[in-house]
C-alpha cells in the first residue's frame, strides 16, 4: 500500500546522543540501536474506527523515536501493518451494512490524512494484511511441518480430506509469556477479551492462537493452497510482515500497551519458531492507553475523540500533538478539554516568541530537547526547554538573529511541531 506523503525535516546542526527506550520485556532502559541501521515494526490499525487519539498518540510516541533516530544518525527502516481483514472489521461491515472492503478503504484513508495532518514520518513499508496472505500461507506450512500448529475440525467431504482451521502451539516457544509476564489465569480472561478463543474444543490448549481460518459462509477468503480456502489469524500477519521487511531481528516492536499481550506475546513467540532466533526483537516498546471521561478510549465504549473531527472543527493538529507531547508516551493519560486548551495556548506562545527577529541564544535548545528525548523520549522535559526560551524571548527578548530559526528547526525536525 502506499503510505502517506513524508513530512520535509530540516536539517540541525550536528548529531543528538544514543536513545534509549523502556523495554517492556525486560523493564529496564536500553539502547536498541547499536549499528548504523535502526529496525522498528509498529503494529497498525484496524481500519473500523481510525483514528482516534489513543491510536494518535502511539503514532506520534513511535514518531518521536523515528526523529530522534535519524537526528542520531542511523538509517530507520520502520514498517507498519494496515489489519485490513479481521473479525472486529468484518462484524463493523456487517452491523452497518457496508462492503468490508469499502470500510477499510475508507477508514484507511481517513488514518493517512490524519497522519499526515499530525506530522507523523510514514513507514518504508506500509503493507496490509490482504496483500500478505501469500506469505502467511508459507509461514503456516513451515510452522505445520515444525509440528509447532495443528489443524482442528479437519474432516472429509466427497472422501477427500478437507483440511481445518489452524492453531499455533503456543507453549512450543519457551520463552512464551516473557514479555507480559502474566500467569496463565490471566493470560485466558486478557486472550478471551482481545479476540481470542480459549473455549473452543479440539484446541491442543486454551491459549493457542489462531493462524489460518478456513473459509465461512459469507466471510472473505483466499487460495491457502494445501490450507484450503481461508483467511489469516491476526498475530501471523504481522509476524510474517516484520520477518519479510525487516529480517529475523528487530530493534523496536512497538505498539499500544493494549498489545502486549496476547498480540506481541504470540507474534513473537510465532517468529522465533520461524526463524530460530529468540527473542526476535532487541527492545518491546509500548505506549499508554489514552482515556476520555474516565475511561480508556474504545469504540465499545463509545468515548473515541477522533483527530478527524478535530480537525474539521478547526483544531490545529499541531495543537494536538502538542496535548499528546505534553504526556510521557509511556503513561496512561485522559484526554481532557483542558489540555487541549493548554496545547492550544503553547503553540500560540511559541509562534509568538517565533515572530520576532532575534531572540536569546539556542544553542542550549537544540541540546535540552535532544538531551530529553534520548532519555527514554522525555517529550514534556524536551517541551519545558522550548517553553523557557519562549518565556525568555517574550519577557526580555535578545539578540542572536539565528535564535528563533534554529528554535523552529528543531521543534519541527525533533518534536514534529512546525511552527
Ligand atoms: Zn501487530
Redesign the pocket.
Known sequence: MDPWPSPSLPNLPGSGPAVRVTDTTSRAPVTPVNGPTARMYV??ITPYDATHLGHAATYVAFDLLNRAWRDAGHDVRYVQ?V?DVDDPLLERARATGVDWRDLAAEQTALFTEDMTALGVIPPAAYVSAVESIPLVVDAVQELLARDVAYHVDSGTDSGRDVPGDVYFSVHSDPSFGSISRLDEQEMLAVFARRGGDPDRPGKRHPLDCLLWRRERPGEPSWDGGPLGRGRPGW?I??TVIALEHLGPTLDVLG?GSD?VFP??EM?VAEAGQLTGKQPCAGATVHSGMVAYDGAKMSKSLGNLVLVSRLRAEGVDPMAVRLAILAHRYRDDWEWTPQGLAAATARLARWRAALSRDGGPAADAVLAGVRAALADDLDAPRALAVVDAWADAQLAVGGTDPAAPGLVARTADALLGVRL
Open positions: 503494529c497498525g501493518n489489519t498475530h500477519e504481522c505498539g498489545l498480540h506481541h507474534s
